[in-house]
């Protein structure tokens, strides 16, 4: 598995577009990039993935760089029910979530 | 409802004492697997099953066991609970013909070993 870095924590006001960004420069070029998230101590839930064009379904958009060593998750119209720790994951055999970018939304 | 159920939700034992953890899916799903949640390590990997038959070892394998002998259920065994399993375990599935990493979960048991 590619090795992710995300920031610890972001805040976002209710309403405006979240953009969490996630570093994977070691990921190979047959690796997809997956995102979860996962509400308070809840199952997580799976949210979109891609390869290398961007991608976009009813829940977010998913930004991944020409280069592919990073990517952006954008929640266009934060609610504070995406307040959740949001996990970006490269795998390769199996999911490894680290410790993911818990995300605050600001009423 | 498609859904992943486990049970207990909640669970407090004593050390050595045999437990099972149900997980059963609705969903025809042939992957399944079992993690582990705690605090700053994120989830782990336990065990996970890509179709009736076939197990594997994940990332922390010790002191679990699993088995899966119909499609729906994966149950997780520990044979000799010991306080440091006290965690927060998750079941999840994938559906057929798509890719394993698109995983639906189950809400969680949170066990407690003293």
């Known amino acids: 598995d590619a090795k992710t870095t995300q920031p610890t924590s972001m805040d976002c006001a209710e309403g405006r577009a979240a953009n969490l960004p996630c570093n994977h420069s070691?990921?190979?070029?047959?690796?997809?990039v997956y995102w979860y998230r996962q509400i308070h101590s809840q199952g997580p839930q799976y949210i979109i993935h891609?390869?290398?064009n961007n991608e976009t379904n009813e829940m977010a958009s998913l930004i991944i760089t020409e280069d592919r060593k990073s990517s952006t998750l954008i929640l266009p119209h934060a609610t504070l029910r995406d307040t959740a720790v949001y996990y970006c994951?490269?795998?390769?055999?199996?999911?490894?979530f680290g410790t993911g970018t818990r995300l605050t939304v600001i009423p | 409802e498609a859904q992943v159920t486990q049970n207990p939700r909640y669970l407090i034992t004593v050390t050595g004492k045999k437990l099972t953890v149900t997980c059963s899916q609705n969903?025809?799903?042939?992957?399944m697997s079992w993690y582990r949640q705690d605090p700053g390590l994120g989830l782990r990997q336990i065990y996970y099953?890509?179709?009736?038959?076939?197990?594997d070892k994940g990332d922390v394998p010790e002191g679990y066991k699993v088995s899966r002998k119909e499609k729906r259920n994966f149950p997780l065994i520990l044979e000799s609970p010991s306080p440091n399993q006290t965690s927060l375990y998750f079941c999840?599935?994938?559906?057929?013909?798509?890719?394993?990493?698109?995983?639906?979960f189950g809400p969680g048991t949170r066990l407690t070993v003293t």
């Open positions: 999840a599935s994938s559906p057929p013909g798509q890719s394993t990493y698109e995983q639906y």
């Open positions: 070691t990921i190979s070029g047959n690796e997809y």
């Open positions: 891609g390869l290398k």
């Open positions: 994951i490269a795998p390769l055999n199996n999911l490894f």
């Open positions: 969903m025809n799903h042939e992957y």
């Open positions: 099953s890509m179709n009736v038959e076939v197990t």
